[in-house]
């Protein structure tokens, strides 16, 4: 509710929001950090964190997708961030906005 109290939002709007995220909750997949993700998030920080500047928070959050992906694909990997959507693709996710 940051937004709100910056004014930025109205808080009827913020509640909007919050009522679509809570209906899009369900069909989410929450996935476990665990040692495989942490390597493959050093592995593509050591690739993209200079040339694409891939950040380690993203980075984690890749890998997790990628990670879960060769276990069990997953359907599309959904984000608006520039630089996880060209990584994802180019680590062979299917991508959403």
């Known amino acids: 509710m940051g937004k709100v ?4 939002l109205l808080a009827a709007d913020a509640q909007a929001r919050l009522a679509l ?7 989410l997949m929450v ?12 592995n593509l920080i050591d690739r993209y964190a200079v ?5 380690p928070p993203d980075a984690v959050i890749l890998a997790a997708a990628i990670e ?7 359907d ?4 608006t961030d520039a630089v ?3 990584i994802a693709a180019a680590e062979g996710l299917h991508v959403g906005p």
């Not at 996935?31 to 050093?42: K, L, Q």
């Not at 040339?51 to 950040?55: G, Q, V």
């Not at 879960?68 to 997953?74: G, L, T």
């Open 84 to 86: 996880q959507a060209k």
């Open 68 to 74: 879960e992906h060769h276990r069990d694909p997953i």
């Open 31 to 42: 996935v476990e950090i665990d040692e495989a993700v942490f390597d493959r998030a050093a």
């Open 5 to 8: 109290r910056q004014g930025q």
């Open 51 to 55: 040339a694409e500047r891939l950040l």
């Open 76 to 79: 599309m990997f959904v984000t």
């Open 21 to 27: 995220y809570d209906a899009d909750y369900a069909q």
